[in-house]
């Protein structure tokens, strides 16, 4: 719980944003295992490409929060510095996979991918947890 909290200062969407990168990775993983043949790369693609979705939520949360501070002009220079720092990892995450054939780059891209979906499923997410919220 105290996890949370931490989470929720940095940001108070991140945690419904993790929950859904977590939340498309489970539905991801249960699709691929009927569409793949070999469900062990695709598995662990996935999986990497759902922990760097995770990490990059938390870049953003985390540069969000630092550089709000700033002025216009350094704040958007502070968010696009960081946004090519994200891909970057994004191109090195694939680019590791592919050359080792550890994971499925692929499936890993759906990982990433995942990120996007929650950040559009996220403000459902935010009014279901309002409504548990005022019924407790």
């Known amino acids: ?59 953003m949360a985390y540069v969000l929060d630092r550089v709000l501070d700033r002025g216009e002009k350094g704040a958007q220079a502070a968010v696009a510095r960081h946004s090519i720092i994200r891909y970057l990892a994004v191109i090195l995450v694939l680019g590791v996979l592919m050359i080792t ?14 990120l996007k979906v929650s950040a559009y499923i996220q403000p459902l997410f935010a009014k279901l947890s309002h409504r548990k919220k005022k019924t407790e």
Request: charged fraction near 15%.
């Open 101 to 114: 054939e550890v994971g499925n780059p692929i499936a890993a891209f759906v990982g990433i991918i995942g």
């Open 1 to 59: 719980m105290e996890e949370m909290r931490r989470l929720r200062d940095i940001n108070s969407a991140l945690p419904g944003l993790m929950l859904g990168i977590i939340v498309c990775g489970v539905i991801s993983e249960i699709a691929g295992v009927f569409l793949v043949a070999d469900k062990l790369n695709y598995t662990i693609g996935l999986w990497i490409g759902v922990l760097t979705a995770l990490g990059m939520a938390l870049h």
